[in-house]
């Protein structure tokens, strides 16, 4: 930017009274600095600075691929009777979701709650579509895919529930 | 012209130098590409989305961004041919507008990441309310707001050039909004996981490891990129209001073209990790590109 030139035009060079405004690709006049005697390399800086951004980017890599690891896959080892014991409480969740008087943990409640209503969401966009025009159901399917899209999860959740869930639901 | 007598050292730190044609082709590419994407939402109808406009309002603000590295030098072309006069008080206040323009594309930047971030994260927590909370009408009125906002800024920052009053609540604003970003999707992510769990303790249901490194790398790439593409000339605004005479500042300063290049190959990079992963944005130019054959 041709404004910083102003910048080591007023820094440096208090004596000269006319700072000049030109348009130049020489942004700067490196003015009276001195290259003698430097400890560390003279790009140390830059260099510096790059490094530090790869390991930044690389650990916040990490640390979002450990928020999203799932629980361990020895789950689908487990027995059939505990697996039915766990398919009954889920479906009871889901199947009681605006009931209070149940007791299961209140986040489980509200995180059931949450998803229960992207299913609702979504099976509503769709009798909306077609009691609308064409053009939005495209866009509804769509729409609800791509916003989660960067968590990568949802429309497998999603297709999973409906699936196994929402006959058992509207019974 | 006014550069100062001094003897150069031979380890001196020159200038990096990007070649014309690289310059102009950069910025010429994501100047079209940006283009493209706000013709195609404009004309297709099932694109008139919040969330859309947010994605429309990002190309807007890399546009900004790469026009105006493209006005300095063609500007610093007809200087060099003499076309224009090198000290006018024309030539001040264009440059001044310019560097108004380029702050207000950061700005925008900025702030349309966040509200994309924002939309999402209203449209997974809110699910069933989204359509009652981010209206058509009121997306439009947010970015108006965001926008005049930015503007009122970069006129300021431009106007009372680099004060430190001004650089410093420029480079806090930088990385608190990505702070708020991450912080938004990572909390995205722990619901996702919650969710993944509970469907992973389902007997038909097969654990989908290839799905969640899948969000995590969509967020590392675009938050990554932003950062990287950013970050280096955020930082040259900083050492050059504070250190311009320390020689590793120096040093610092003078790939000053290199940062400008990169901040042009994000308005390259942004159309596709947010604009192309839209299926519907996609057959949208199928149509427009087989509608011209």
Same mark, same amino acid.
């Given at each position: 930017m041709s404004a910083l030139r102003l910048i080591s035009n007023r820094t440096s060079?208090?004596?000269?009274? !006319?700072s000049d405004y030109t348009w130049d690709?020489?942004?700067?006049?490196? @003015? %009276?600095?001195? &290259?003698? @005697?430097?400890?560390?390399?003279?790009?140390s800086i830059v260099i510096g600075f790059w490094v530090g951004l790869a390991v930044f980017v690389i650990f916040m890599f990490f640390v979002l691929t450990l928020l999203t690891k799932t629980g361990? %896959?020895?789950?689908? !080892?487990?027995e059939p009777s505990e697996k039915r014991f766990h398919m009954n409480s889920f479906v009871a969740d889901f199947g009681r %979701?605006?009931?209070? @008087?149940?007791? &299961?943990s209140h986040q489980m409640a509200e995180e059931s709650q949450s998803l229960f209503h992207f299913c609702i969401s979504e099976v509503d966009h769709m009798n909306k579509a077609k009691d609308g025009q064409k053009g939005p159901s495209l866009e509804s399917n769509t729409h609800f895919q791509e916003a989660p899209r960067s968590c990568g999860m949802f429309e497998e959740d999603l297709h999973c529930l409906t699936k196994f869930n929402i006959p058992n639901f509207v019974n | 012209e006014n550069i100062s007598d001094f003897s150069l050292n031979i380890t001196d730190c020159t200038q990096v130098v990007v070649p014309e044609e690289v310059f102009f082709t950069v910025a010429a590419a994501g100047i079209l590409e940006n283009l493209l994407i706000l013709i195609a939402v404009v004309r297709n109808?099932? /694109?008139? /989305?919040p969330m859309y406009f947010f994605i429309c309002s990002l190309a807007i603000s890399d546009m900004l961004g790469s026009l105006y590295k493209t006005l300095e030098n063609i500007f610093i072309i007809l200087c060099k041919m003499g076309y /224009?006069?090198?000290?006018?008080d024309f030539e001040k206040k264009l440059d001044d507008a310019m560097d108004s323009m380029f702050i207000l594309s950061l700005l925008g930047s900025i702030f349309s990441l966040l509200a994309i971030a924002a939309d999402r994260y209203i449209t997974i927590f809110y699910a069933l309310r989204y359509h009652n909370i981010m209206t058509l009408r009121r997306a439009l009125v947010i970015l108006a707001i965001v926008w005049t906002f930015c503007a009122g800024i970069s006129i300021a920052i431009a106007l009372f050039s680099y004060e430190a009053a001004t650089v410093i609540p420029f480079t806090i604003l930088f990385p608190l909004m990505m702070f708020f970003i991450l912080c938004l999707y990572v909390h995205m992510f722990l619901l996702a996981r919650s969710h993944a769990k509970k469907i992973a303790s389902l007997p038909t249901s097969s654990v989908h490891h290839r799905t969640n490194m899948k969000g995590a790398v969509t967020l590392t790439i675009f938050l990554g990129v932003f950062l990287c593409c950013w970050a280096p000339f955020v930082l040259h605004i900083l050492l050059a209001r504070f250190?311009?005479?320390?020689p590793y500042c120096a040093c610092y300063m003078s790939i000053f073209h290199v940062n400008g290049t990169l901040i042009m190959c994000n308005a390259i990079i942004n159309p596709m990790i947010f604009?192309?992963?839209?299926p519907e944005l996609r057959s949208t130019f199928k149509k427009m590109f087989y509608c011209s054959r």
């Open positions: 060079q208090q004596a000269s009274s !006319n690709y020489e942004y700067y006049e490196y @003015g %009276p600095v001195s &290259f003698e @005697g430097l400890k560390a390399h003279k790009y361990a %896959p020895h789950q689908d !080892n487990a %979701p605006l009931e209070s @008087g149940r007791d &299961f | 109808k099932n /694109l008139h /989305l /224009l006069t090198r000290h006018g250190c311009p005479h320390n604009a192309f992963r839209s």
